[in-house]
């Protein structure tokens, strides 16, 4: 059973910064692509980065430069380090693994930029 569990969500002023984690069990981590995903109220989910197990990253257009995505695979646990922050960045942000088993999904955490 997969379990993800994000944290490091919070309310932060436009500019500000925050580093989301999420900490996965139950799964072998190392082999695993790993992605953020963000939900703002009235729009489809959206992917915000992605890192696969070798490393390799690719974001969004509208986050481009601004946030970064890495993992360790020791603690099991991806990061998205979000910078710059603006208030169309408002939404809440899912983890998300995929392997050979399937497609996990954590509860998500929000994040609130305001102007």
Not at 42 to 47: H, T
Request: glycine share 14%.
């Amino acid at each position: 059973q997969v379990q993800l569990v994000e944290s490091g969500g919070g309310l932060v002023q436009a500019g500000g910064s925050l580093r989301l984690s999420c900490a996965a069990s139950g799964s072998i981590f190392s082999i695993s692509a790993m992605g953020w995903y963000r939900q703002a109220p009235g729009k489809q989910r959206e992917l915000v980065a992605a890192i696969d197990s070798g490393g390799r990253t690719n974001y969004a257009d509208s986050v481009k430069g601004r946030f970064t995505i890495s993992r360790d695979n020791g603690k099991k646990t991806v990061y998205l380090q979000m910078n710059s922050l603006k208030p169309e960045d408002t939404a809440v942000y899912y983890c998300n693994l995929k392997n050979y088993r399937g497609d996990y999904w954590g509860q998500g955490t929000q994040v609130t930029v305001s102007s």
